[in-house]
């Protein structure tokens, strides 16, 4: 969507979009849920758990970070990954909010 198209939506709208856009890959979400079942930060490699080649599960973990739903933090030559829970809390209020706004009216 270009800039101009976007400015004509509200900041909720164009966040949840961007929000969407990134959560539509199955990659990010099966990278979601190892992290997140790990209950810690993670420095292992996520290639191995997820099946990927390095270069896309790096792209992959650059979106999770770009909406911040994810932290990585530099130790030694790693660099370990963690849910933001405050931003993840977030992304659930702000569905949340969306479901209880949408009336789901059947023709």
Request: charged fraction near 20%; hydrophobic fraction near 40%; include cysteine.
């Amino acid at each position: 969507m270009g800039v101009t198209k976007s400015q004509i939506f509200t900041d909720r709208q164009n966040g949840l979009a961007a929000t969407f856009r990134v959560l539509a890959n199955p990659a990010r979400i099966a990278i979601l849920e190892y992290i997140a079942s790990q209950k810690a930060c993670i420095c292992n490699d996520i290639v191995d758990e997820i099946g990927l080649a390095q270069p896309t599960i790096s792209q992959h973990l650059k979106e999770l970070k770009s909406i911040d739903l994810i932290s990585g933090e530099i130790e030694g030559k790693k660099v370990c990954y963690c849910i933001n829970l405050e931003k993840w809390k977030e992304v659930q209020q702000q569905l949340n909010t969306f479901f209880d706004k949408t009336s789901f009216i059947c023709c």
